[in-house]
């Protein structure tokens, strides 16, 4: 069976440190890849999804980027963190398009900037 | 404006109450549609896709309105466990994108 795994599940950084959370898929290949926020009293929002290795678009603008080095790895980083990009990151996945339409999230990150 | 649009509630419910959520969309390109559930600092978790012909699961059904653009969930026979907010969400776009309307946030009282 296939699972979705991010890291860390929590973190507080000060304003102007870097970020990286990380996301993996096992138990299938060429999935879609997503990064979601959610800030505080408002919905999801996607950040970024890719379609596969090294393809990468954005939703966007913002202070964040998205890297795909592998198959079913999924990474959201920052140079610079802002006091804005607090919130609650999830990664998330679904089979190629035409393969089936369920999207299937991580357990999330929480992150706070301080 | 938003794409999807929900009604934030809350919606405070007794114990075996039947409750109604409902959902616009204003993209007609739209292609799926479904309901998620959230519970509290938890990822959202699939409750059910949402067809043209209406579908059922359980004491849930869900409802889909194309002409009007309009999406709805009725939970019967509340229970406690419902408790939760409710996002509804519509797949568009060559990279099947999903939107995510703002969620209703039900409570079922004792």
């Known amino acids: 069976s296939q699972t979705i795994h991010q890291w860390p599940a929590t973190l507080v950084q000060p304003v102007g440190s870097p970020l990286s959370l990380e996301c993996t898929v096992e138990?299938?290949?060429?999935?879609?890849l997503y990064w979601y926020r959610q800030a505080a009293g408002r919905g999801l929002q996607l950040l970024f999804y890719?379609?596969?290795?090294?393809?990468i678009s954005s939703e966007v603008p913002q202070n964040l980027s998205a890297s795909r080095p592998q198959d079913r790895q999924f990474i959201l980083s920052s140079k610079k963190l802002l006091l804005s990009d607090s919130g609650f990151y999830l990664c998330?996945?679904?089979?190629?398009?035409?393969?089936?339409?369920?999207?299937?999230f991580g357990e999330g990150s929480w992150l706070t900037v301080v | 404006r938003k794409e999807v649009e929900q009604d934030p509630g809350p919606f405070n419910v007794p114990e075996g109450a039947t409750v109604a959520f409902n959902c616009t969309y204003s993209?007609?390109?739209?292609?799926?549609f479904f309901w998620y559930r959230q519970d509290c600092r938890k990822e959202p978790k699939l409750l059910m896709s949402?067809?043209?012909s209406g579908n059922e699961d359980g004491r849930f059904t869900a409802q889909l309105n194309r002409a009007s653009q309009y999406i709805s969930l009725l939970i019967r026979d509340s229970k406690l466990s419902d408790s939760a907010t409710y996002l509804c969400?519509?797949?568009?776009?060559?990279?099947?994108?999903?939107?995510f309307g703002t969620g209703t946030l039900l409570a079922v009282q004792p």
């Open positions: 998330a996945w679904k089979l190629r398009q035409n393969s089936g339409n369920t999207i299937y």
């Open positions: 138990g299938t290949s060429n999935p879609n």
């Open positions: 890719s379609v596969g290795i090294g393809q």
């Open positions: 993209n007609s390109a739209s292609q799926s």
């Open positions: 949402v067809y043209s």
């Open positions: 969400v519509v797949m568009r776009g060559a990279t099947n994108k999903l939107i």
